[in-house]
């Protein structure tokens, strides 16, 4: 008997028609469609006698069915199926017999596969036609024209969505049965299960399979998809398959999110996660960008697989990472929102290992670094991430701070959507904060003061003792139990691929109780259960290892483990050594119920305080963008926005106080209706309380403003002490405010440090308005405020100081009144407190005593007779301490290295801080000293002229003509001061002063003299002092001498210049451009040549420095101490500026150089000039930004009508295209009037050969267009039209030249000047190719003008260079110095605007 054909799964169906080969399965015939029913009848009859195997003799009988399946009837085709479905059902149960039979003999087994593949063929055949009928005529439903159809395909899918799940359920069924056994034990051929998925897929692409109608299928898809790769290796497949229908179907990514998370769940498919987003993470970034469909679908999945299963997303996370650094926008989101959910559900909580926090940590870094990504959807996205992350409680409190600050930046963002996000995670922030519903600041900083305080005393007594154990071992054990336990059964589990088994026993037993009782502690369970496992191995049967046979292995361990841990030293228990290892930095919290120890509580108590204290800072700083609206330029709106504040804080809104604090500065405006609002706001806020007694009321005044001065700027007070004084002057603060600061100051009351120091901040402000407030209380003042107890921090003292300098007052009113100024004896107690207080503060390290010893020396020089004597004892004492301790570190120096806070130089070392200190000192003596000289000598020696005069004409010897002027000495006496009259009084009293500061503050006999060459040595050598707050104090102190003298100063400007240039320290710079702006205003002669590196400080790489010098140039040029010409060009630079402080500084520069008349207009000419010029580095959108504004200042006509003149006759000078366009569009400017376009007409040749250009002909037909609009008189009509008649033609005449010069080659046209490409919008550095040849100092007045006299050549203009570009050598570094022939020789005098120098 011959063998029966075998069946081969053929890749198409026409396949089986044609002769495959010898022994292989071919349909012999097709039937027609009518002899289909009989056929069926037959196959029904056939399978009844024999069972599943019928379908060897009848398989064609179904196959013409599948065959003319477009063409049959309803019928057949359901009766077909039902057919099939019985055959499978009855083959899927008497299978299992089948194949447990061991008996089962050859031909059997090929009869039953070769049955099973033609039935699995014919069913997925069936189910794959129902499925494609049933999408077509779905989609047909919409189509109001088909009813015939519509109701066939009710008809027709009805069976098919009543079978769909039963006939899944049945192939899930049989793949779960062991058919490897029909294959003789091998696997089950590829073929065969992918046919039996391709049904699963092909249902999978229906777009509707995601309704809620279709939950059922889904599963059932699942379910099946699940069987095949469990029994039948379908893994490599699924992955591929998934992954080219997420590309193409997109409606598909929650679908197989659900598969994949509930085989990962119930199946244990784990790796087929991994798969699965390995393969979409070896994706080209580059494709995915391209391919917007197929990157939405990936995004989706990655997405919700992470929402169902992120624990499995997380382990493979990695392959994932590249697509965070590609182009597409849609793939970052999806990794961020894989990361946000993983940190929800897995990284969240307290108890996480170590391993689990850095990897939190981590995915925190990846989602803030991306709240900056390119693409605002990502960053909104980012943001809405984090809004969920608040909101669940996953963000640990050592984030806050960061993610509080990105979402303030994003405040400012120019999409909107990100903008809205960044406030609701701000509201999220709030509303989950885990500190307080009050977050003020200013009442959490004495808490954590006092806080950290007592944790270091804890710290202190815990290091020589243990500390007591507040809960015994087996309390802490039961609490533990949870965790150990869960770590003991992961020892029964594989490792995992990246642990590695690296711990070893101990030789001895005690040893290793040692280390597993240490493993305990750190928190390390699964360690110590893995080496008490290897320790029952090795010690069995010796103490403690021993365990009753009976149990498991598990109890075994737990029960070691716990006689270990109970049986340590309590002690011991109450050590935490990671936790001990860190200072007062912020730790990860244990959870609340694991016993602690009271250090462990303080610890956790000091970094709450800290957390709560940072977020608040952070949230008032986002609270303060709200409140721009109250400078506004309507007067109206701020009016309204200061009412709103005042409402707001009524109402107790904590935030109100951002508001309260925004709206000081405008007590300043000019406006009298905003200075009144703000007087009537703080007179509502704060002097009508609700309080009854006059007690309350003043508790409640003194710390409402209190607050507002907490972490307050400068100007800040300046504005509240403004407030204060008209207050005062009024008489609306009641003296019971005034007692409760001095009970405040007193410590009668009790209060906090700072609230004691706004105490006396708060004296001083009224003050102002009532001196007699301090002058009354003196010894008080320097009783309390000046004690070895108050000095521990100088904030207080440096304060206290500040208040009784209001006693020194105005000189001005005492000259008017001839009585003598305001001084105390030297010998007061004031005077023997300061120098006290300084000289015990030199040698102690401390960041406040600089600003006290400053405010301590400015006020001897105010009040004190003999001020020079005390601050010369002050220096002599201080220098005294820098040498003993000099000596000291001699003497240790060969026992103890070098401490990289010292300075050496060869022969000795001193603490920095200590140098540090002296040179300040030393540099605010010497200004104190010259600022007594000028103004309080100065002062006195005119008000004794003027008494000697008074007596003088009261004599009745002189005559009456001479008695008018006297009696009106006074006044006259006031003119002179004022510069209005000169006197050779005047002038002897200053030149008497001058001598004084020129020979003899600085020579050899004068105390300061003896710093100076400490000073210079530590500004010569800068690398030798590298210490950036030494520097820049020796640089402040060096600028501070200069003002002493000028031939000191002359001989030390090339020094100064040198380090504002080359020094790599941006406040160094800063300090010695604002030591310029001084010398400039008090030897402007000598500081004149060096204008040029002032201005070139407006082009420094530092935006603190450009302020600076901005600033700086901004008081010197208003002040007429420079010159403007030209070089002003510089300062408008700044307008364009990234740095909107920066810009802020040019935009007011300009708006106070325009109230100065004609200031901006006679120096535009100039600025446009230089700023066309194609070396300046401007581009010309910049040209155009910077033009605009300036150009705004221009409103008088005439100031239009000569502008429009001298812009045209600069066309005749212009060299370039781009000054012809530059030009022009300043034209385009101006609103020109009916004269200047007579101005235009008159001057028309300047330009006309100019107009060729298109970008300067439009420019000029702007200007017309313009005029027209403004309305003009029909005469002016005419000139317009002719006007424009004229430029008409000289374009078109230029664009006729041009093409005609282009045909010809015997006349070329000549070629445009070449623009210089331009790197930046802004600026260019300077080069760095210059050298130090180009800093250059001015020589001897005799010489300059022997030069002047020989009429030479001009020179050529000296260039900058920042030598830092250049690599110096070590002696340049130890050397800052230039040489002396490399001194400029121009100059150009200024004369001081004084009464003497004008006579």
Not at 111 to 135: P, S, V
Not at 555 to 562: E, N, P, R
Request: net charge negative; proline share 5%.
């Amino acid at each position: 008997m011959a063998a029966a054909p075998e069946f081969h799964l053929p890749l198409a169906a026409a396949d089986l028609l044609r002769d495959g080969g010898p022994g292989r399965y071919v349909v012999q015939e097709v039937l027609a469609a009518r002899d289909l029913p009989p056929a069926l009848a037959a196959f029904r009859a056939a399978f009844r006698a024999r069972g599943a195997l019928a379908v060897l003799q009848h398989f064609d009988c179904v196959y013409s069915v599948l065959h003319h399946f477009r063409s049959a009837g309803t019928a057949v085709k359901e009766d077909a199926l039902e057919l099939m479905r019985h055959v499978m059902s009855h083959h899927a149960n008497e299978l299992p017999t089948i194949l447990s039979d061991s008996e089962l003999s050859q031909a059997d087994r090929a009869a039953h596969l070769n049955a099973l593949k033609m039935n699995c063929y014919l069913l997925t055949g069936l189910m794959d036609a129902f499925e494609i009928e049933t999408c077509k005529n779905s989609s047909l439903e919409a189509d109001p024209s088909r009813k015939s159809r519509k109701n066939q395909a009710k008809t027709s899918g009805s069976l098919w969505e009543e079978e769909r799940e039963p006939l899944l359920q049945l192939l899930t069924q049989l793949l779960q049965l062991d058919l490897r056994q029909l294959w003789g034990g091998l696997a089950v051929e590829e073929e065969f299960v992918s046919l039996m998925t391709g049904n699963c897929y092909r249902i999978l692409e229906n777009p509707s399979i995601g309704l809620q109608r279709y939950r059922v299928t889904r599963e059932a898809v699942t379910h099946l998809l699940a069987a095949a790769l469990v029994h039948c290796d379908h893994m490599f497949s699924a992955t591929l398959k998934i992954t080219q229908m997420l590309q193409h179907f997109e409606h598909v990514a929650p679908v197989f999110a659900q598969a994949v998370s509930l085989w990962a769940k119930e199946y244990g498919l784990k790796s087929l996660v991994g798969e699965l987003l390995r393969e979409i993470g070896q994706k080209c970034p580059q494709d995915l960008a391209r391919e917007a469909s197929g990157v939405k679908g990936y995004a989706t999945f990655i997405s919700e697989l992470a929402e169902q299963i992120p624990a499995l997303v997380l382990s493979n996370m990695s392959v994932l990472l590249p697509h965070l650094d590609g182009e597409s926008y849609t793939m970052r989101n999806a990794i961020l929102v894989a990361m946000a959910e993983v940190l929800v559900q897995v990284l969240n909580g307290d108890q996480l290992e170590e391993a689990a926090r850095g990897t939190r940590d981590k995915f925190l870094d990846v989602l803030q670094a991306h709240v900056c990504d390119v693409h605002s959807f990502v960053r909104s996205r980012v943001l809405q991430l984090f809004t969920r992350i608040v909101q669940r409680k996953a963000l640990p409190l050592t984030q806050f701070q960061s993610v509080v600050s990105l979402a303030v930046g994003r405040l400012k963002d120019k999409s909107v959507l990100v903008v809205k996000n960044a406030i609701q995670l701000l509201a999220a922030f709030l509303s989950n904060n885990p500190f307080s519903s009050k977050l003020s600041w200013t009442d959490l900083d004495e808490p954590l003061k006092k806080e950290v305080q007592k944790l270091k005393e804890m710290r202190d007594r815990s290091r020589p003792t243990a500390v007591a154990p507040v809960i015994v071992p087996e309390e802490e054990w039961e609490a533990m139990l949870p965790e150990v336990r869960a770590a003991t059964q992961q020892l029964f589990e594989p490792l995992q691929e990246e642990e590695e088994d690296v711990l070893e026993v101990e030789e001895t037993v005690e040893k290793t109780v040692e280390q597993i009782t240490g493993l305990l502690k750190k928190l390390n369970y699964k360690s110590a259960a893995r080496l008490t496992q290897k320790a029952l191995c090795r010690f069995q049967g010796m103490e403690p290892f021993i365990g009753p046979g009976e149990e498991n292995e598990e109890a075994t361990i737990l029960g070691v483990l716990k006689r270990l841990y109970t049986g340590s030293c309590p002690g011991e228990n109450s050590e935490d050594p990671p936790r001990d290892s860190s200072s007062d930095k912020t730790e990860e919290v244990v959870q609340e119920e694991q016993p602690q120890t009271e250090l462990i509580k303080q610890e956790m108590l000091v970094h709450y305080l800290q957390d709560a204290y940072n977020f608040s800072v952070k949230i008032t700083e986002a609270l303060n963008l709200i409140s721009k609206m109250m400078y506004e330029n309507s007067v109206s709106v701020v009016q309204e926005a200061i009412e709103f504040f005042v409402t707001v804080s009524q109402f107790g809104v904590p935030q109100a106080l951002l508001g309260v604090r925004r709206m000081l500065p405008l007590i300043w405006s000019k406006e009298p209706g905003i200075k009144e609002a703000v007087l009537n706001a703080y007179r509502q806020l704060y002097l009508s309380p609700s309080e009854d007694s006059e007690r309350a009321k003043a508790q409640a005044l003194v710390h409402s403003f209190s607050l507002i001065m907490v972490d307050a700027s400068l100007g800040t007070i300046q504005c509240l002490e403004e407030i204060s004084s008209e207050f005062m002057q009024k008489d609306e603060i009641k003296p019971a405010v005034t007692q409760l600061l001095w009970e405040r100051f007193t410590e009668k009351s009790p209060c906090s440090s700072l609230e004691r120091r706004a105490a006396v901040m708060l004296l001083g402000m009224m003050a102002r308005g009532k001196p007699e407030i301090i002058g009354s209380n003196l010894d008080i003042l320097v009783t309390m405020g000046l004690s070895e107890k108050a000095c521990e921090d100088y904030r207080l003292p440096q304060e206290v100081c500040n208040v009784i300098s209001k006693l020194a007052g105005n000189p001005k009113p005492a000259l008017e009144k001839s009585s003598a100024p305001f001084r105390l004896p030297q010998n007061h107690t004031l005077f023997g407190c300061l120098s006290e207080a300084v000289t015990k503060g030199f040698a102690r390290p401390s960041s406040h005593w600089i600003p006290f010893m400053e405010a301590a020396v400015t006020l001897i020089y105010q009040l004190a007779e003999g001020a020079e004597e005390i601050c010369a004892d002050i220096l002599h004492v201080c220098s005294q301490q820098a040498l003993e301790k000099l000596q000291e570190a001699d003497e240790q120096k060969a026992d103890a290295g070098d401490s990289p806070r010292r300075v050496s130089d060869g022969s000795g070392s001193l603490s920095t801080f200590l140098l540090l200190h002296l040179v300040a000192l030393v540099g605010q003596v010497a200004l104190q000293q010259v600022a007594y000289l000028e103004v309080s000598v100065s002062a006195e020696l005119r008000r004794r002229r003027l008494l000697k005069e008074e007596k003088t004409k009261k004599q009745p010897d002189t005559s009456t003509k001479k008695q008018r002027p006297q009696s009106t000495g006074n006044e006259t006496t006031m003119e002179e001061e004022l510069g209005l009259v000169g006197a050779t009084a005047d002038d002897t009293e200053a030149e008497l002063i001058r001598s004084i500061c020129e020979a003899e503050l600085l020579n050899g006999k004068h105390l300061l003299s003896a710093f100076v060459p400490l000073v210079l040595k530590i500004c010569n050598n800068p690398g030798l002092y590298s210490d950036s707050a030494l520097s820049a104090a020796a640089a402040l102190t060096l600028g501070k001498l200069c003002m002493i003298s000028s031939e000191f100063c002359d001989s030390h400007l090339r020094l100064l210049f040198t380090m504002m240039e080359k020094s790599t320290l941006p406040d160094v710079r800063s300090n010695l451009i604002i030591a310029a702006g001084d010398l400039a205003i008090r030897f402007p002669n000598l500081v004149e040549p060096w204008t040029s590196h002032l201005y070139a400080r407006l082009r420094d790489p530092c935006p603190s420095v450009r302020q600076t010098a901005g600033l700086v140039m901004t008081h010197l040029i208003l002040k007429d101490m420079v010159k403007v010409k030209g070089q002003v060009s510089e300062m408008a630079t700044l307008l364009i500026d990234p740095d909107e402080a920066i810009v802020a500084v040019a935009q007011n520069f300009f708006g106070e150089l325009a109230n100065k008349g004609n200031a901006v207009y006679n120096l535009l000419p100039d600025i446009i000039s230089h700023l066309s010029d194609p070396n300046s580095g401007i581009e010309e959108e910049s040209f155009h930004s910077i033009m605009r504004h300036l150009f705004s200042y221009i409103t008088k006509d005439k100031q239009t009508e000569s502008l429009v003149e001298k812009l045209c006759q600069r066309f005749r000078t212009a060299r370039t295209e781009r000054q012809y366009r530059d030009l022009s569009h300043c034209l385009a400017l101006l609103p020109v009037s009916e004269r200047g376009l007579h101005k235009l007409q008159d001057n028309y040749d300047c330009f006309a050969d100019k107009l060729q250009d298109p970008a300067v002909y439009n420019c000029f037909q702007t200007v017309l267009a313009r005029f027209r609009r403004a309305g003009i008189k029909p005469e002016t009509k005419a000139l317009a039209e002719e006007l424009e008649q004229k430029l008409s033609a000289s374009h078109n005449r230029g664009l006729d030249s041009t093409e005609t010069c282009q045909d010809g080659s015997q006349t070329p046209m000549p070629a445009p000047a070449k623009r210089k490409p331009i790197g930046s919008s802004r600026r260019q550095p300077l080069s760095p190719a210059n050298t130090d040849n180009d800093f250059v100092t001015p020589p001897s007045r005799t010489l300059r003008n022997h030069k002047r006299a020989q009429k030479r050549p001009p020179r050529k203009k000296a260039t900058i260079t920042f030598s830092s570009d250049e690599e110096n050598n070590s002696e340049d570094e130890l050397l800052a110095e230039l040489r002396e022939e490399e001194t400029p020789t121009k100059t150009t005098p200024i004369t001081r605007s004084s009464a003497r120098r004008r006579r």
